[in-house]
């Protein structure tokens, strides 16, 4: 079974910043596409940033230049350092993996954007940012 645990949350002041970790159990497949999403009170569970298995990256347009995802392969994390925090960027955040088989062009970007409307998957529980003005 595949767990993902994330932790580094926070309460933080505009401007700030704060990195994100979702351990992940294991991996079924060496195909695959992981990243962070975000539900605020009241709205829908959005695509923040993700990364394949070939190393693509996508960024949601609010985040880009700001957050920057990354991961440790040996260590099986999945980072999320988040620069230039907003009071906008409050949310629940969610760590997912996707297992595939197989990967095309563009699959990632495809990835984020629909990914956090569904369930397809794994997720973790969540973690709480809240940044304040």
């Known amino acids: 079974q595949v767990q993902l645990v994330e932790s580094g949350g926070g309460s933080v002041e505009a401007g700030g910043s704060l990195r994100l970790s979702c351990e992940v159990s294991?991996?079924?497949?060496?195909?695959?596409?992981m990243g962070w999403f975000r539900q605020a009170p009241g709205k829908e569970r959005r695509g923040v940033a993700a990364?394949?298995?070939?190393?693509?990256?996508s960024y949601a347009d609010s985040v880009k230049g700001r957050f920057t995802i990354s991961e440790d392969n040996a260590k099986k994390i999945l980072y999320l350092e988040m620069n230039g925090l907003k009071p906008e960027d409050t949310a629940m955040y969610y760590c997912?993996?996707?297992?595939?088989?197989?990967?095309?062009?563009?699959?990632?970007?495809?990835?984020?954007?629909?990914?956090?409307?569904?369930?397809?998957?794994?997720w973790g529980h969540g973690i709480q940012v809240t940044v304040s003005s």
């Open positions: 997912s993996v996707d297992f595939l088989p197989r990967l095309v062009p563009g699959e990632v970007d495809r990835w984020l954007a629909v990914a956090g409307l569904t369930n397809f998957g794994y």
């Open positions: 294991t991996f079924t497949s060496s195909t695959y596409c």
């Open positions: 990364v394949d298995s070939d190393g693509h990256t």
